[in-house]
């Protein structure tokens, strides 16, 4: 796409297609090994990395390495923010995909517990740590990439597709492992069968290289780059100029809430013989793959509504809508309605949570400007995604096996998490009609809305035609 001839918005190439798809395609390949890690964590582990003494302690153990890679996070977050906003967009979308290509490669090749005892585990939490770093920096790097490619009046569109490609690809990984588990038998599953998946991921990085190389750094960082104003010490530069900006992020990051009561608490809570539910395995290993296929679909509508509307309205509406909607999910589990569990499940998460998920990815970085932008979003987002990682166990503390009245209880604390999230929404600048170089800018004056709406529908004719010529 050509460049913008707007005052407001940086000139240069504005690749949009191009970037768009290496963020989708990035994202896709660091989630599928995100996610068929904690698939195995739960499946297989327990039985080759840790000790067979007590088999409760090394689900517990097992699952704890999972968790690990939430710890990780926030470092990452600081590490590769910094690394974003001084060496630019491409160059820490390339490091995050190697560092979380090769260590889940590696996991594929680990020895076993029986091969070298306690060296098993101890390389596996190592591992899950470099993935939790890695992951950090991929969601704020491929939204700010993809953000300042975009077109004015399309950035809410554009930037969906990052999402697109997480949800992605955690169907690429349930489509890999699920299929594997299913037909291969038991033994040689657990042997040789589950680290296919994991050597698979040498083809992710192989691919992502090959895309990731194609995009070229983004105008407003390149024009940050010639003016002499990237900052030395970014994480500073945005606690301190941007502070309220990353307290809001962080609150509505908090909504990570809604697929933890989907897959993780409602699994539990289902399938757990301690809960006596008695939902069948399998029920809980597809809701997850229907619901990320709905939300596929779901996204892209979503983010070109967030260029129409603004951002804070779909957020603030996904945020109540599926806080309330958890009520009736897991009172769907209680009375063991396998149909109306799923349903609920899927319209929960998989449509009205995408009104806050399809719109993060426009809505975080344009909080902040361009200098600090990859920092402001990684740093804020990761610790509250952190935080929701310690919510499996808080549920199950307020609401043990046994207790009364599980729904109303668990419910209320998520409805009350959406809230936060919501009232953070509510309170952010609407950015939408905000051009580039004003982003971050408490004072900015939006373009008028018939003039936006004018411009916006220029653009999406270009697009048009552009694909018509191609």
Known sequence: ??????????????????????????????????????????????????PKGDPQIAI??????????????????????????????????????????????????????????????????????????????EISGASSMILEHAPFGRRGFFASFTLQGVQAGQILAAAV??????????????????????LLSFLVIVAGWIIRREVDETPAFAEVGQSGKVPKAPVIQAVT???????????????????????IFGAAYAVQPGYGIG?????????????????????????????????????????????LLSFGYLYAISIHHVPMAIGMSLLMWGVVYQGYNAVFPSFYPEMFPTR???????????????????????????????????????GSITLAICAIAAIAAYTARETYRVQMKDLGNVDAVPVPAQ????????????????????
């Not at 395609?25 to 990395?49: C, K, M, N, R």
């Not at 710890?71 to 490091?95: F, Y």
């Not at 003039?451 to 552009?466: A, I, P």
């Open 1 to 50: 796409m050509s460049s913008t001839h707007l005052a407001g918005e940086p000139q240069g190439k504005h690749q949009s297609r191009k970037a768009t798809a290496s963020g989708w395609i990035g994202s896709a390949l660091e989630y599928y090994d995100f996610f068929i890690y904690a698939t195995a964590a739960a499946l297989i582990f327990p039985q080759i990395f840790f």
């Open 60 to 137: 517990i153990a097992s699952l704890a390495t999972y968790g690990v890679g939430y710890v990780a996070r926030p470092i990452g977050a600081i590490v590769l923010g910094h690394w974003g906003d001084t060496h630019g967009r491409k160059h820490v979308l390339l490091v995050c995909m190697f560092l979380m290509g090769f260590s889940t490669v590696a996991v594929g090749l680990l020895p076993t517990y029986d091969q070298v005892g306690l060296w098993a585990p101890a390389l596996l939490v190592l591992m899950r740590l470099i993935q939790g770093f890695a992951v950090a920096g």
């Open 177 to 198: 492992f699920l299929p594997l588990a299913h037909y291969m038998p038991a033994d040689d599953f657990n042997t040789w069968g589950w680290r296919i998946p994991f």
């Open 241 to 263: 100029e941007s502070w309220g900006d990353m307290l809001r992020v962080l609150c509505c990051s908090l909504m990570n809430v809604i697929p933890v009561v989907a897959t």
């Open 279 to 323: 939902f069948e395995k399998d029920v809980y290993l597809w809701i997850p793959v229907m619901g990320n296929i709905l939300a596929v679909i779901v996204i892209p509508y979503v983010g070109n509504l967030s260029d129409k509307l603004g951002r804070r309205l779909p957020i603030m509406v996904g945020a109540l809508g599926s806080g």
């Open 372 to 410: 600090t932008r990859v920092s402001g979003m990684a740093i804020s987002q990761n610790v509250g995604t952190a935080i929701t990682a310690l919510l499996p166990a808080l549920f199950v503390a307020v609401a043990p096996p046994g207790a009364a009245n599980i729904p109303l209880i668990v």
């Open 451 to 470: 003039e936006y709406e004018r411009l916006r529908q220029q653009t999406m004719d270009q697009g048009r035609l552009t694909r018509a010529a191609a």
